[in-house]
């Protein structure tokens, strides 16, 4: 018993420096590490600095980057009434339609419509972009190896481009960029957005709220997640003990 | 303990059909080895993890859209909307892996034991078919979700057969339904994907089937010799396999409810692009050390084949392997060589996930030429030369052995 257990520890342990050095690949410059309040067991995600972050989503990223997985009516995870959350949909538009007389025509959003693509198609958003395209932010952070450490050190590594570096005419120098070349410009700068709540809006400031809050647009059902894995979990444990308990004594009975 | 049901239904059933006569029979009249460890815990855990991903699956196949333009976002809507679709989602994803994990260890714990040999050559045959199902299972499901590394795994494999000679593009364009991985390949994979899990239920009837024939082997290797080595599988290994199955479970739920996404690849959560290939693409974990071989080889035709002879020189492993001793326990120096084995295993699956370049490349091929080297020299080289321990002369003395033995040590 005791060394099936030791057996598989050996082996949980081992796989998992095998798995990780497996998937330690991306840019090779280690990124800056953030202590987030919604990782570890009991983590939750930080409503305030998940408002802000949508306040920075909104009024910076959503000129370029769409969030279509996202639907207004789930803005309310992070704290916001029902009316807030209509207040915000209100804010966009959309096609709606046909009307009795086929016609389609514009009106405002719902809470269960999802964020607008701020582009009618690819073409037209590489357009705008220099020929780049600027992904759906729904998933980003679950999407990139690193998670929110890399949007987090993404959004605050532009740098001047080294001397000897051969930076492509448009492109801007991003340290934590895989090939230090992106062709998104730094898209926070100090006071780019102005908080209600009075917090300092820094680069590093906007930067970690905007994580956290596209953190939970990756994740909407993080906290739902843990809170019943601790109870499955406890409750396996009972059980486990329980059977180990009924195990001895049935086999304690055999000669 | 011959079954004569006293309750007139249950008569009335097994005059006309058997079967609960036959849940009896391998329930209580099936004799078990007295001495199976822990390590013989892996087989139910397996089916328990098939009828987990069965039942997650048909559940996530009620939400979920095979098309190239939904599937991606159906797959968020499971996620999303779907109540406890995250909760099916992440059982099914995590449950692969799961399920290999057991399966995996279940198939090592035959080497060390040498239960594929004689009388067990197609219980261990119909095993390994049902290993390669899981395999071809666990790759179209994969390709469901329409990631990157869905469409690029995709793209990879299938073009192997390409290799081929002669008749390798036509079979490569018939098993996309076109000329590239697109919707007919999304579709006939989900259609498989969903198939294939009720075959291996047939299959997996058919080794439980031949194992109540054989009987299990034991961490003796010896066979049951009268009724002081057995006892009924159900109250004993019932309860001991349950509290296998909590301890399981509390792992399967660490990954589950704490690190669901730290098995799958980052780039499986960006829509799948035929333009933009992965900077590296990396089959999930548990095909690595395939993979592995597959690279090993400069000429894609070799590695094909010797990819797939990995897995065919396993089923000529009852005679290749030439010892009469079953159990490591037994055999000094293939025990060494196990271990060997094992830590080779490992090397592949590691290589597997690197990227082709020194000083990888060459680990690699040292670590496959050594698993062929195994398998095809070592194994039937020991079992002609090896000295073989004392074999207990039944199993009901080697557990008395162990039991004084532990009382000797606990007295000193
Ligand atoms: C041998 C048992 C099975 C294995 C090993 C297996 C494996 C997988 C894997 C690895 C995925 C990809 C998960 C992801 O990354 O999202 C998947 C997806 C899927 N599977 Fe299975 N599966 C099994 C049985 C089934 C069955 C029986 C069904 C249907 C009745 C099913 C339906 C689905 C569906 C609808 C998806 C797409 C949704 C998703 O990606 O989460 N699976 N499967």
């Known amino acids: ?255 | 303990m011959s079954f004569e049901p006293k309750n007139p239904v249950v008569k009335w059933v097994d005059t006309r059909l058997p079967i609960i006569g036959m849940l009896h029979h391998a329930l209580y009249e099936y004799p078990t080895p007295k001495n199976l460890s822990y390590w013989w815990t892996f087989g139910s855990l397996a089916g328990v993890m098939l009828v987990v991903q069965i039942v997650t699956g048909i559940v996530l196949s009620m939400h979920y859209t095979a098309h190239v333009d939904m599937a991606f976002d159906s797959v968020e809507h499971i996620m999303r909307d779907v109540n406890y679709g995250w909760l099916m989602r992440y059982m099914h994803a995590n449950g692969a892996s799961m399920f290999f994990v057991v399966v995996y260890l279940h198939i090592f714990r035959g080497l060390y034991y040498g239960s594929y040999k004689a009388p067990r050559e197609l219980l261990w045959w119909l095993g390994l078919v049902i290993f390669l199902l899981m395999m071809a299972t666990a790759f179209m499901g994969y390709v469901l979700p329409w990631g990157q590394m869905s469409f690029w795994g995709a793209t990879v494999i299938t073009n192997l057969f390409g290799a081929i000679p002669v008749v390798g593009e036509s079979i490569v364009t018939w098993l996309w339904g076109g000329f590239s991985v697109d919707n007919p390949t999304l579709n006939r994979f989900f259609s498989l994907h969903y198939l294939l899990p009720f075959v291996i239920v047939g299959v997996v009837i058919l080794h439980i089937w031949a194992l109540h024939t054989t009987g299990s082997n034991n961490p003796t290797g010896i066979e049951i010799k009268d009724k002081q080595d057995s006892i009924p599988f159900h109250p004993y290994y019932t309860v001991k396999d349950l509290f296998g199955l909590g301890v399981f479970l509390i792992i399967f739920c660490g990954f589950l409810f704490f690190a669901p996404n730290i098995l799958g690849h980052p780039d499986n959560y960006i829509p799948a692009n035929p333009l933009v290939t992965p900077a590296h693409i990396v089959p999930e974990w548990y095909f690595l050390p395939f993979y592995a071989i597959l690279r090993a080889v400069p000429d894609k035709l070799g590695g094909v084949m010797l990819m797939f002879g990995a897995i065919a020189v396993l089923f000529a492993l009852p005679w290749l392997d030439k010892s009469r001793v079953r159990s490591a326990r037994y055999r000094p120096i293939y025990k060494q060589l196990f271990w060997i084995f094992l830590i080779d295993c490992i090397v592949l699956t590691y290589v597997g996930g690197k990227p082709a370049e020194e000083p990888f490349i060459l680990i690699g091929r040292l670590a496959t030429a050594y698993y062929f080297i195994h398998i095809l020299i070592l194994l039937p080289l020991v079992g002609l030369y090896e000295k073989h321990k004392p074999l207990p002369a039944s199993i009901s003395e080697s557990v008395l052995d162990k039991k004084t033995s532990a009382e000797e040590a606990g007295n000193a």
């Not at chain 1, 990780?20 to 990782?39: D, F, I, P, R």
């Not at chain 1, 209100?90 to 016609?103: A, H, L, N, Q, R």
Request: proline share 4%.
């Open chain 1, 1 to 255: 018993m005791l060394k099936l257990i030791k057996s598989l520890s050996a082996a949980v342990l081992l796989s998992v420096v095998t798995l990780s050095g497996a998937q330690a690949s991306g840019g090779g410059v280690e990124l800056k590490s953030v202590n987030w309040q919604h990782t570890g067991l009991f983590g939750t995600y930080d409503r305030a600095a998940a408002q802000r972050g949508l306040q920075v989503f909104q009024e910076v990223c959503a000129s370029c980057h769409g969030l279509k997985q996202v639907a207004f009516r789930t803005l309310q995870d992070l704290g916001f009434t029902e009316d807030e959350v209509k207040a915000i949909a209100k804010e966009y538009t959309f096609e709606g339609g046909p009307d009795d007389d086929g016609e389609m025509f514009e009106r405002s959003g719902k809470a269960f419509d999802k964020f607008p693509d701020p582009f009618a198609n690819e073409k037209a958003a590489r357009a705008s972009n220099g020929g780049a395209f600027p992904p759906d932010l729904s998933l980003i952070v679950k999407a990139r190896v690193g998670f929110e450490n890399y949007l987090y050190s993404l959004m605050t590594g532009y740098e001047d481009a080294p001397a000897d570096f051969d930076l492509t005419e448009g492109m801007n120098y991003n340290t934590y960029f895989p090939g230090h070349q992106i062709a998104m410009p730094s898209p926070i700068s100090d006071e780019a957005v102005e908080y209600s709540d009075g917090t300092k809006a820094t680069v590093d400031q906007m930067s970690k709220d905007v994580t956290v809050f596209l953190a939970w647009a990756a994740e909407p059902k993080l906290e739902a997640r843990k809170h019943m894995g601790l109870r499955v979990i406890l409750f396996l444990l009972v059980l486990t003990g329980l059977f180990f308990a009924v195990k001895k004594k049935i086999w304690s009975e055999l000669k």
